[in-house]
Nanobody
Framework: QVQLVESGGGLVQAGGSLRLSCAASGIRFSVNAMGWYRQAPGKQRELVAM???????NYADSVKGRFTISRDNAKNTVYLQMNSLKPEDTAVYYCNANAFRGLYLDEYWGQGTQVTVSS
């Protein structure tokens, strides 16, 4: 059974920091990309940051320079260091991972962790 288990969310004041972690287990094939999405109330889910297995990263413009994604391939774990948090960063953050199964790309999601930034 595939599981993506997230941790590290919580309540923080504006300007503060949080670190999210996501550990993937039960994925039979080699994990390709891992990353984070977020969804604020009344808004669509959006990409925050993504890390490819080879090391390349991609960030939403709104978090560039403030958030850093990293991963441990041996542990199938991805991290998101969030600094200089703003109230507009408040959202449920979801871990995402994908893995090739032959010609197919399977996608997996965590259950989400709440991040609340107070002004």
């Amino acid at each position: 059974q595939v599981q993506l288990v997230e941790s590290g969310g919580g309540l923080v004041q504006a300007g503060g920091s949080l670190r999210l972690s996501c550990a993937a287990s039960g994925i039979r094939f080699s994990v390709n990309a891992m990353g984070w999405y977020r969804q604020a109330p009344g808004k669509q889910r959006e990409l925050v940051a993504m890390s490819a297995r080879g090391g390349s990263t991609n960030y939403a413009d709104s978090v560039k320079g403030r958030f850093t994604i990293s991963r441990d391939n041996a542990k199938n774990t991805v991290y998101l260091q969030m600094n200089s948090l703003k109230p507009e960063d408040t959202a449920v953050y979801y871990c995402n991972a994908n893995a090739f199964r032959g010609l197919y790309l399977d996608e997996y999601w965590g259950q989400g962790t709440q991040v609340t930034v107070s002004s």
